[in-house]
């Protein structure tokens, strides 16, 4: 199942990008914006539970899904390209093995342990 499961966010990944491209997207853009949502690891200063709490915000896709949904509406190519970007990085962390955090230690994930136990 694990390997069905990364193939699935590779493929997620993949189309993510496509798209992005066929909107003519700024690959400089990509490059800045590609990390930003492993910025909310800084919260994990403040303790393992709020840490996990904002890694998640921004690694589930119900964020780049009203993001997209909103630019398409307001007819916003540079708002479509951003969910874009943001959802490619949620497919590729998955693809990679790394799921949401569990409010224990940044190493627990929803997909298993990150790392030698």
Known sequence: MDATLR?????????????????????????????????????????????AFAYNLVHALIGPTVLAGSAWIADSTIAMQIALIWAFHIAADRALGYGLKLPTSFQDTHLGRIGRG
């Open 7 to 51: 193939i699935e966010w590779a493929c997620a990944a993949l189309v993510a990008v496509v798209a992005f491209a066929a909107l003519s997207g700024s690959w400089l853009l990509f490059a800045i914006l590609l990390l930003a949502p492993d910025l909310s690891m800084i919260f994990y200063l403040a303790g393992p539970r709020i840490g």
